[in-house]
């Protein structure tokens, strides 16, 4: 069939040449010329044909025969080693095609598939306090931030379909699959990629790009659970359903503008039942290289929502277990940094991250005060709370695949002003904190196992060891490393 | 206040009016598509180089950097097969730059203009890092680079039509220059036919190819997967049947299995420079195979 090929082609360059000729008699030297280049042209398009007809026959004799894992055998040298490297550049980019596609070859219904990953994890927890009593004194209870039940548990798995839409869309679906065996739609969200001018418009449910960690999935973090401010303050991640406008300023160090309009369902908001926007979120990224071994990203974010109604139990100074809620004004600046150092910009061997947030939470307004919840006594006044916490962590990889890390947190319980209720109400001030220690081996991108001991001092005169031993499965796609 | 705000200005007709300087703001990769691009746009082109040639290529961040370069390019370009997989596709998402999304004529993969070695009969992460599209490593040949050249030329002249015919000026000179020092390395490594070598990571199928060299075993067990001492010992009793000369190795790789195999095994272990800066001798394309093959020459001694 090759050589038929062959024989048609060059047919068909000696008819081509023979018409060339007559019409040369005719024409003018510079038309000559031009006939000429044409030809050549003719003729390196019929032989990269050619080549890509060989390369798939060579294929199918592969698959055929099917004998080895991967195929070894030598190049298909190209007919003539020197025509194929001063062969002139086609006048446009789609007639120069592929000796072989490098896309893998899909066909059928399933050739337009998404991308799908799936990540497995699993824990064994060791804890002397009972994680079901797990809270952080002097902060509003954030929802679901308790560490892992004792003993053997997976934790949440994830599975998600990533795509190109169209030539303007690519979308992200990911579900969370709780132990619990609850399904969560962890993000849904649809990007623009036709913005011009370094827009990047992405809009459904997302994590914020708040903050430096709060966009990165639990998987990928470099502990096994979240830094104390980001359980206390945003009640382990902050997500909402809405838009996200981004804006990278032409500029060669990174410069990036962001502002996020949603629902502001998600701790420390609630679902308000009302029309418009819930949530506001703004925040600058800057970050670049210094020489060629070290990398950072720094950043400041504010995040503003209005809680109606945000209902928690607290004990008030009787010890009963009080019903309290708040409605108004939540406000939250985070300041972050991340610095990444390996030589030669090499992190295969060793590597080193740096990071660390600062945290400021204001919140006023109005906290209603129900002693035992039937609402027999109940009681509103004013409500104000400066708040602060702050963490930094760094990871250090000493060998491949080997790495330690150590980090600490620190919760400011501040000012907390309960206005009249404060004849209920407890303000103390405890500081909660937390140290941590890590050591996790990689042996492959696709899997990692960690040993993590902290201690734990979040409730006064209580100290909680906490010791984890975790595994992270990745199974298809191969994940996107970020920064 | 005044001298402020003039600063202010000035600075910023300075980011408007950069870009508008060089005609084509191209961001390669991998340093050997940057050099190919330098090659084929002279002073036309403004090349940024995501990588270094001590950087495993596989292993890359999404960095701001990157981003910010990408926010600016006219024209990507990579090798693709999935070499990339792991940041270009994050760049390209988070840089708001539709020129240079995949499928827009601001994305080249040279990949596509090459036969693919290695492709994988059986596709499972049990293989290792294997990639479905070959195996990725197409510059260790420089007659895949001759092959490369055409259609990036030809990209160039699609994105900067005025410059059309200096980007075919500038291919054809390159092309007979290559042509001509490839006929001259292959004379140069004749000796090197069928001579039996090592490899720490399967990264030089296409030299191996292209100079006839035969591939006794890899030091990584799987592609991308580090050496183990079981498996370099298997390697080693594999040497008192099939014994080699040197084990080569990218210069970006740690050398201590090779190392360890070569003091085992009385053999040379050779750095290679893999692509243009790898090592001092190494500044251009052209330095790049004359090092190579240079370095084979005494290894094989």
Sequence with gaps: ?483 | MKHCLNTITALALAVVAAPALAALNVFATVPEWGALATELGGDKVNVYTATNALQDPHHVEAKPSLIARARSADLIVATGAELEIGWLPLVTQQAGNPKIQPGKPGYFEAARYVSMLEKPARLDRSEGDVHPGGNPHIQTDPRNIGRVAGPLAARLAELDPPNAAFYQARHKAFADRWTTAIANWEKQAAPLRGAPILVQHKAFTYLEAWLGLTEVAALEPKPGVEPTTAHLTAVLATLQRQPVKMVIRAAYQSGRASEWVAERAKINAVALPFTVGGDEAAKDLYGLFDDTIARLLTGAQ
């Design chain 1, 1 to 483: 069939m090759t050589r038929n090929l062959a024989a048609s082609a060059a047919f068909a360059v000696a008819l081509l040449a023979t018409s060339a000729a007559q019409q040369a008699q005719a024409a003018a030297e510079a038309d000559l010329a031009q006939i000429r280049e044409e030809i050549r042209q003719m003729k390196e398009n019929y032989e990269a044909r050619i080549q890509a007809l060989e390369s798939r026959l060579k294929d199918a004799e592969t698959r055929a025969t099917n004998s080895a894992v991967t195929q070894t055998a030598p190049a298909p040298v190209a007919p003539t080693m020197a025509t194929v490297a001063t062969a002139p550049p086609a006048t446009a980019s789609e007639t120069v095609t592929a000796p072989s596609a490098s896309a893998p070859a899909a066909g059928g219904i399933s050739a337009f598939n998404p991308a799908i990953s799936a990540v497995l994890q699993g824990v064994y927890a060791n804890l002397s306090q009972d994680p079901t009593k797990y809270a952080i004194h002097g902060f509003v209870p954030s929802g679901d931030i308790a560490p892992a039940k004792r003993g053997f548990s997976i934790a949440e798995s994830e599975l998600a379909l990533s795509a190109s839409v169209d030539d303007k869309f690519a979308a992200n679906l990911i579900f969370s699959l709780a132990p619990d065996n609850s399904v969560e739609v962890e993000e849904a969200y649809g990007i623009f990629t036709a913005a011009p001018n370094g827009f990047a418009p992405k809009f459904g449910r997302f994590l914020s790009a708040i903050g430096y960690l709060n966009d990165q999935h639990q998987h990928v973090w470099d502990f096994f659970d979240a830094p104390l401010p980001y359980q206390a303050f945003l009640g382990g991640q902050f997500k909402s359903d809405g838009l996200q406008l981004k804006w990278v300023a032409p500029t060669e160090t990174f410069l990036e503008f962001g502002g996020e309009i949603g629902d502001g369902s998600s701790f420390p908001g609630t679902d308000r039942n009302k029309n418009g926007i819930g949530s506001g979120a703004v925040y600058v990224h800057a970050g670049g290289d210094i020489g060629t071994s070290n990398s950072w990203r720094a950043g400041l974010s504010y995040l503003q929502l209005r809680p109606n109604e945000r209902l928690y139990a607290q004990d008030d100074l009787a010890g009963n277990s009080a019903q309290l809620a708040f409605s108004g004004k939540s406000r939250l600046a985070i300041a972050d940094f991340v610095w990444k150092w390996a030589p030669n910009g090499n992190a295969i061997s060793t590597n080193f991250k740096l990071q660390g947030e600062y945290f400021w939470r204001k919140e006023n307004g109005d906290l209603t005060y129900d002693a035992d919840g039937a609402l027999r006594l109940t009681s509103t006044s004013d409500y104000a709370s400066r708040q602060r916490g702050w963490y930094v962590d760094g990871v250090y990889q000493f060998m491949p695949s080997w790495r330690v890390g150590a980090r600490y947190d620190r919760l400011a319980t501040g000012s907390v002003n309960y206005g009249a209720n404060g004849i209920y109400l407890a303000q103390d001030s405890f500081d909660p904190q937390r140290y941590s220690l890590m050591l996790d081996y990689t042996p492959s991108e696709f899997s990692r196992f960690r040993v993590q001991w902290q201690q734990s001092k979040i409730r006064p005169d209580l100290t909680d060891n906490q010791l984890f031993v975790q595994y992270i499965l990745t199974l298809g796609a191969h994940g996107a490393h970020k920064f």
